[in-house]
């Protein structure tokens, strides 16, 4: 067990996490701006990126590079900074640390070395284009980048296909349309979803609608930009209303997929509140339920 009490003196630095604008850089806070000029040392994702952000705000930090191809040499060297009374400011290279960013490696191994990891709230690009969405934003239910291809990708987007939470996923332009068209393979082309892009930028942009539609004008229109998919989740009535053939179905994409016929039954029959003998059996065509 461990509690933190984030503010109490002792010889050891912090670890402060701090967020970084998405685009605009006006949604800088006046505390981040105050703990990166106060900070002994910032590691960045990316330090040529994070050096625009300081030149920006005047701050003068000295920098260290932290991602995700040094992670394994950089820790034990920021640990040991810390554990000797350095205070150390955590960014990425846009939005919040951690958050399918670089971070959350260094945050475990603060914790586990007993030294204060001191989190500031801000910028998001995930609830910044959920509460915009017109979908419902609560409760939600966050994946982030999905696997690129394979049984990853096909348990993934089965797994959210079958969520009643709001999903929220980040995409590039360069697969938005391909994971689109994926979406349709497992949510149907009904679902509703909004496509959110270069959130707090010039060109920011809203596309709403359903799977569909959105593939439809993506026939006459490139993508551009980062993208944040948000879907609404499946409905009571869905889920309840769910046919023996769509349950049969859902089984087989997991089996296609590389996954064994008994576990495939199992994580069905839990998506869909079943007792795993009833859907067991109906896989196999045994029986009805009494």
Not at 17 to 24: A, E, H, K, M, S
Not at 52 to 58: A, Q
Not at 110 to 124: F, K, N, Q, R, T
């Amino acid at each position: 067990m461990n509690e933190q009490r984030s503010f109490v003196n002792n010889s050891k630095g912090c670890l402060f996490l701090v967020p970084t604008p998405i685009g605009n850089l006006d949604d800088m806070t006046f505390r981040a701006v105050k703990i990166l000029q106060d900070a002994d040392l910032i590691a960045a994702e990316d330090t040529r990126n994070t050096k625009n952000l300081l030149n920006h705000f005047e701050i003068t930090t000295d920098l260290i590079s932290f991602h995700e191809h040094n992670t394994a040499q950089r820790i034990p060297e920021l640990i040991e900074k810390m554990n000797s009374g350095i205070n150390i400011a955590q960014v990425s290279d846009a939005g919040t640390p951690s958050i399918s960013d670089p971070g959350k490696e260094l945050v475990k191994a603060a914790i586990e070395a007993d030294i204060a990891v001191v989190p500031l709230p801000g910028a998001s690009a995930s609830t910044t284009a959920l509460i915009a969405s017109g979908i419902e934003p609560q409760p939600f239910y966050f994946y982030g980048f999905l696997p690129r291809k394979g049984k990853e990708r096909t348990e993934a987007l089965e797994d959210l296909s079958q969520r009643i939470e709001t999903s929220i996923i980040y995409e590039s332009p360069y697969r938005v349309v391909k994971t689109v068209e994926d979406l349709k393979r497992f949510f149907g082309g009904d679902r509703r979803i909004t496509l959110a892009r270069e959130l707090t930028k010039i060109h920011e942009a809203f596309l709403r609608g359903t799977i569909d539609q959105v593939i439809e004008y993506y026939q006459e229109h490139d993508p551009k930009g980062e993208y944040v998919l948000i879907l609404s989740g499946k409905t009571v009535e869905e889920v309840e209303d769910m046919s023996d053939s769509e349950i049969i179905n859902s089984i087989d994409l997991l089996i296609q997929s590389g996954e064994k016929p008994n576990k495939a039954i199992k994580e069905v029959a839990s998506q869909n509140d079943l007792r795993k003998q009833i859907v067991y059996n109906l896989y196999h065509g045994i029986g009805k339920e009494e």
